[in-house]
């Protein structure tokens, strides 16, 4: 069965650090593009950072300097480090992955920045 399952949010307070990692049952792994979005209360969906199938990155403004996304084709899993949070990084974050003429989305992980 193809998925992907987030793991690692949570609740942490201004400043501080969470890894979310993202383990995908696929075959092929290293041909997709992955990316992580996000979706706070009230918003629209956004792209918060991307990672190529050559492992170049992309990310958002907003977290540009703050947020790592990486690979390892080795555990079919990508992960979203993400350091000097803050409140309005409140959101729910989701894991996409893109290629092999497929769209498949994580169930998504809770992360809570507040004081």
């Known amino acids: 069965q193809v998925q992907l399952v987030e793991s690692g949010g949570g609740f942490v307070q201004p400043g501080g650090s969470l890894r979310l990692s993202c383990a995908a049952s696929l075959n092929h792994f290293s041909i997709y593009r992955f990316d992580w979005y996000r979706q706070a209360p009230g918003k629209e969906r956004e792209l918060a950072a991307a990672?190529?199938?050559?492992?170049?990155?992309n990310y958002a403004d907003s977290v540009k300097g703050r947020f790592t996304i990486s690979r390892d084709n080795g555990n079919n899993t990508v992960y979203l480090q993400m350091t000097i949070l803050k409140p309005e990084d409140t959101a729910v974050y989701y894991c996409?992955?893109?290629?092999?003429?497929?769209?498949?989305w994580g169930q998504g992980t809770q992360v809570t920045v507040s004081s």
């Open positions: 990672i190529s199938s050559t492992g170049s990155t």
């Open positions: 996409n992955a893109f290629g092999d003429q497929r769209d498949i």
